[in-house]
C-alpha cells in the first residue's frame, strides 16, 4: 500500500471534504495538451462520476489526478478522511464484506452458522441446492477479496465473475480443504457475483461462506 498524505487534492472526491483543511491557494494550468498511455495505449482520465478529468501543470511540473490515474491502472484507491491520505492498493486492515452490505440469504441461526465448532455469527449457507450465486459489492473502494469458503458433503466450484461476466477467479473446494480462502483481484469493481455449485443435490451437500472473516483489501 502506498499513502501519499496531504495529496487528497488530486483526488476526486465529494464537496465538503476539504473544509478546514490546510490548503493553499496556487495558480495552476489546465493541460489540455498532456496525453496518458497505459501499457501502449491511450486512455481517458475520469472521475469517480465518469467525467473528464484533466492533468494540471503548476510550475514546471504536471500533476495527474490521483482517482483516474489508479483506475487507469486498475489500483484500487480510497480517501481516508480523518488522517487526509489518499490510499492506494491493498489497505493494512481487512474490512469485513458485510461491513457495509446487508445479504438478504445470509443465515444467522447460532445452530447454522457454525463450522469445525467456531461460531461465524452470519455466514452463507445453502444445503440441498446444486448451484447458486449472491452479489458482492466493494463499490470500487478495494483491491483484493478474500473469501472463505467450506464444502459440506461434496466438493464445490466456485467462480468469481465482475458485471459483464468476466472471470476474476475459478477454484475448487474441497470437503477436506476445510475454510478455504480464495483470493480475486476487484481493483475498480463496482460489484462482482459469487457463483457455487456442487455434483451433488443432496439435504446434507452444501456451501458454507462466513461473511464475518471473508474481507477486503
Known sequence: MITLIGASL???TSAGVYAGAN?????????????????????????????????ITF?????????AIANSLN????????TSSVLFGEKVEGTPINADQVFYQAVKDPKLTQYKSKDYIEVIRQIGTSDSNFTLKPKKKFQSLYLQVAAIGTDVDIKIIDRDSRLLKQDTVTVN????????????????????????DTAETGVFIPLTTSYYK
Open 177 to 200: 480443504d476445510g475454510l478455504k480462502v480464495i483470493e480475486a483481484n476487484i481493483a475498480g469493481l463496482d460489484e462482482v457475483t459469487v457463483l457455487y455449485a456442487t455434483d451433488k
Open 23 to 55: 490548503l493553499e491557494e496556487i495558480q495552476a494550468y489546465l493541460n489540455n495538451d498532456l496525453k496518458v498511455k497505459v501499457n501502449g495505449k491511450q486512455v481517458q482520465l475520469l472521475d469517480a462520476d465518469g467525467n473528464v478529468v484533466t492533468p
Open 10 to 12: 488530486l483526488l476526486s
Open 59 to 67: 510550475n514546471g511540473n504536471t500533476y495527474l489526478p490521483a482517482r
Open 75 to 82: 489500483v484500487a484507491v480510497d480517501y481516508d478522511a480523518a
